[in-house]
């Protein structure tokens, strides 16, 4: 590919989110709803067909050709040992795969965003931040250069912030927000000291990610003590952004935001960030075992406990987002152990049955006018239909039935994990065990939500959504169906078998990466066959339990420890923890300076300056008399008393 | 030619005239007397200005003069105008009773 293509594709790509934004911001509130509702969409449709001409272009070229770099224009060059900050851009599978997802699902969900958000009072302010994000996250994927990158990151999560607490008269949505923005910010500080350290050990001329990764390739050796500071450094970046295990409590509070935000931001595209990150630091990663190590359990144990709690919570929204942790948990698995092609295919399908299933989720909420308690759905499988059989696709392709989408990219990382990772295949039974979990708590809400009897009179007068609500989400539904198979079987005369994985693997060989060894064909039949058994048994056993008439929690919940269930419905104790060491000590002591200190020591002095100011203004004032005589005397004095001084001292 | 012996009486002029306005600055309770006194004041400082410029053969005395000529024109148009304005709110002209703006 070329540079010029590459760098007009670029420019195109930042321009039509940017112009989108700023256009709704500036023009949205003189030109009204239907403008902000054109253009919205609209900006993100012309970046999808950019991300496709990328793709065609990439598909064109020589598979050693398909990585771009190109240097839009220089942004600072501090002299120091000749460091340089340029706006880099890279064009290359991962980067286009990002593209391809960000703003192909974007476009969909920005789509149904005009439906849901049909009653909202500002839709400007809502398209505006939506595109705002669109346009940091193509700056974040894009970018060839760590600050740029860095940028990127910041900016999603300033749009992140901005969309939780985008109902900003309800102070739980404040709340959230703020939650959210400060667990970025601890990630962004880890990713900040990553970077010095970086730059302070390599002395790299320029900032440029290839620059970095072929001087960290000859500088640092293999599994050293700085290269593992740094990757789990970066790694803890990763988790804050990816809601992991520890920095995981802000993801399920954001669902206060508006829905299609939740599908957006919060489950297909900025969440998936910190996967994308530790796919991109891969040469880095690859030098420090022990980091990959550190991330694979991260993402394994952050799984298995998103998925414990899941099953336990009632709001439909936040059995989706914790489904999405779990997610997300095992692509951070994959990329930790070194499986990076097939963490950001469960990246990708995960994007399309996820916003899918939060869409589907949205229908139901504005459906029963804003309710989010799954103890008070059921039967809408009677009155909304079409969105039943879409939600039913997503959560078959997320509990990994075989033939839909989540299947195969779950069952590939899965599969690699028994031979690769910490602890291999210890780490794969987990798995198995995420597997059956999620099965349980996926048909746990498909049925609660969409079967059985109707509860309230509102389920009752429930009637399905406009189509341009449910039109996004048939073709997600149908996405999620054929995703899986087209990427890795291929579709005869259209994608070739395996076509992600060859896609995307010369990006992690291209700097003398090596790939996993794949397991023999025997070994890899034995793994799907496990796992698919215990997706199989998890969604089994919701199915046995709901028409056993037993969907009663207390019934089950009797079932299992104590212990697990009062863990699942607390949600691990994590927000009570953080309360208890983070919240409530500072509050604490502020409460003592308040009480203390300030009136004892501090406001003596502060009041003290005031004072003083005030009598010495009060002396003063005795010279304004107001009468000009006066004034004109002093400055007939003054005047006299300069001559005199001129006359005696400078001669 | 004026014979070199005029300098200083001219200074002395000046100097008379500054502090005979400076005097009316400062007794005068009229305020168009004030004014005028200003006037003789910074007539008094052209003349120095002017009387300087050619003991120094310069020209630079009378260009200062005529600037200062025009700064007096605009202050009087300023001082006449406030004069005239507090006249027509009724009050008495008088400048010491003219003092509000110490509050």
Known sequence: MSTTLAGTLAVLLFAFPLAGALGNALLGPRLGRRFCNIVGPGVVLAGFVCAVVALVALLGAHEDARSTTVTLWSWLDLGLHGLKVNVDITIDPLSVLMCLVITGVGFLIHWYSVGYMGHDESPWRFFSYMNLFIFSMLLLVLAADLVILIVGWAMVALSSYLLIGYYYDRPSAVQAARKAFITQVVGDVALYLAAFMIVTNLRVPSLQLPTIFAYARDSFPQGGALITGICVLLAIGAFAKSAQFPLHTWLPDAMEGPTPVSALIHAATMVTAGVYLIARFHTLFDLAPIAQGVVACVGMGTAVMAGVIALSQIDIKRVIAYSTMSQIGLMIFAVGIGAYSAGMFHFATHAVFKALLFMAAGNVIHALHDEQDIRLMGGLGLTMRATERCFLSGSLALAGIPIFAGFFSKEELLGLGWLHGPWAPTLYAVGVGVNILTGLYTFRLFFTVFRGEPVTARTYAAHEAPPSMLMPVVILAIGSLVAGIALLLGIPGVVGRFFLADFLDPVFTADGGRLLSEPATSTAFLTVLVGTAGSLIGSGLALQWWYQRKPDAQVIAAKVPRVLTQLSLHKFYFDEIYDALLVRPPRRLARALRTVVEPEYADGWVEGVGRAAASLSETFRMLQTGRLRDYATGMLVAAGAFVVVLAVFVR | ?103
Not at chain 2, 31 to 55: C, H, K, Q, T, W
């Open chain 2, 1 to 103: 030619m004026i014979d070199i012996q005029v300098f200083p009486l001219l200074l002395g002029l000046s100097a008379a005239m500054f502090t005979i306005g400076s005097v009316g600055v400062l007794v005068r309770r009229n305020p168009l007397v004030v004014l005028m006194s200003i006037e003789l004041m910074l007539n008094a400082v052209n003349l120095a200005f002017v009387d300087y410029g050619r003991f120094l053969n310069s020209e630079d005395g009378q260009v200062f003069a005529l600037v200062v000529i025009v700064v007096a024109a605009a202050e009087a148009v300023v001082g006449l105008a406030l004069v005239s304005q507090v006249y027509r709110a009724g009050r008495e002209l008088d400048i010491d009773d003219l003092s509000e703006m110490r509050e």
